[in-house]
């Protein structure tokens, strides 16, 4: 297949991206073409991205991009991951992008930053490879953003933990191998001792209690998760007990730079889209993109991008020297998530009827772009965290 349009800038045209970024980027947009556009929609009619495909995408090392090269990795930086998220975000399959980065940035590095020795290597080389498929499981049906209302509960038996609850909207969640499961340890009630624990498929007490029907990401599998007295091996403690919370708090760091990012890639494929469909379609004896209040409504959108995509490549780029970005990325998840369904309703007003017609990919964008403002943490929460570090 020839190479896909629009190829990525020279990396010299931006002080953040070396030429190995621009490498990763062209390898990602070449699957994404010979791989993902051709098959798509058929992932998105049976809801869920076959297993081969994410085996390919391990086996060209996109599932280790900054994991160690002892188990497969490539040991890469943050810049690397927004460059995938990008990328995927780009494909204009939502829920295909999705199911990788929860099993390459949600999920699996918890295993990374708190797993034991014998934890990575009996599980990191598989997740690596694309042979096993990682989940994180931290959502119920009463406490979403609120992780201190966890009701799900871990208990000590001897050389067990018995782990009881439920878990909701979890994505890869039918399809998944591995799980870190976030469970309360400490005293009952409303507080902040949280235990994680790796929770295999086949765990006895634990199953899928129903695959979940989605406005969009129709192409990644979401599910509802019981515990019912599951017994998990003592070892299964993933770091420290009572100390999750603070493991699902560092994650959800990467988690929004991540998620921007893709938020991004999705809104800059949207506007590309756009102007290409305003430049051929002709109303009242003029292409569309003659008209004033259009293009520049659209170059508006495409500064607000820009801006943004900016704000994400530098946070990145301090998170990998090491910095705080605690107020930075709940900027991210809040602009993004924000910007990219703002983005998305104009072009799909643009695009006319046509737009809102099954067969246009502005239409799924426009609806798998909704959940952007509210997974990984909703706008207004975001909004409050960045307050609270104003003052």
């Known amino acids: 297949m020839n190479a896909p349009a629009n190829p ?23 699957f994404v073409a010979e791989r993902v556009l051709p098959h798509g929609d058929a992932w998105e009619e049976q809801g869920y991205v076959p297993r081969e495909i994410l085996r390919e995408m391990g086996d060209l090392g996109l599932f280790g991009i900054r994991y160690d090269p002892e188990y497969g990795g490539s040991g890469l930086d943050t810049l690397s991951t927004v460059v995938l998220a990008e990328e995927l975000g780009r494909s204009t399959y939502g829920g295909f992008a999705i199911t990788v980065l929860v099993h390459t940035d949600m999920a699996s590095p918890h295993l990374q930053h708190a797993g034991s020795k014998a934890q990575i290597e009996r599980y990191m080389p598989d997740i ?18 609120d992780l201190a209302s966890m009701r799900t ?18 994505t890869n969640g039918v399809y998944g191998d591995v799980y870190f499961v976030a469970a309360k340890t400490g005293e009952p009630g ?37 515990f019912d007295h599951c017994r998990i091996p003592a070892e ?9 919370f603070h493991a699902l708090m560092r994650n959800l760091q990467n988690e929004r730079i991540v998620l921007g990012a893709q938020a991004m890639g999705e809104a800059a494929k949207a506007i590309e889209l756009t102007l290409d469909w305003l430049r051929n379609r002709k109303a009242f ?53 924000t910007l990219v369904n ?40 975001m909004l409050e965290e960045v307050a609270k570090r104003m003052v």
Not at 8 to 30: A, C, I, K, M, Y
Not at 238 to 244: C, D, F, M, Q, Y
Not at 364 to 373: E, G, K, P
């Open 8 to 30: 990525p800038l020279d990396s010299r045209s931006s002080p953040f991206f070396t030429h190995d970024h621009e490498l990763l980027r062209d390898t990602v947009r070449r």
């Open 128 to 145: 690596i490879a694309g042979r096993k498929i990682t989940a994180v499981a931290m959502t119920e049906p009463d406490a979403g953003s």
């Open 153 to 170: 509960t871990a208990r000590r038996d001897g050389g067990e933990w018995v782990l009881n609850g439920t878990k909701m909207f979890i």
């Open 190 to 226: 409303r507080n902040h001792q949280v235990s994680m624990f790796i929770v295999e498929k086949g765990a006895p007490g634990f199953s899928v209690a129903r695959p979940l029907k989605k406005q969009g990401w129709l192409s990644s599998d979401t599910a509802e998760l019981v």
């Open 236 to 244: 299964n403690l993933l770091g420290e007990e009572n100390r999750g």
């Open 285 to 337: 004896g003029a292409n569309l993109w003659d008209k004033q209040a259009i293009r520049h409504r659209l170059a508006m959108r495409a500064a607000q991008v820009e801006a943004a995509q900016a704000l994400i490549y530098n946070t990145a780029w301090r998170d990998a020297q090491g910095q705080s970005v605690t107020k930075e990325v709940s900027m991210i998840k809040a602009l993004a998530g």
């Open 342 to 381: 703002e983005v998305m309703y104009d072009c799909l007003q643009f695009h006319g009827g046509m737009g809102y017609m099954r067969e246009s990919a502005i239409e799924r964008m426009a609806r798998d772009a909704r959940v952007q403002a509210i997974g990984g943490g909703a706008t207004e929460v």
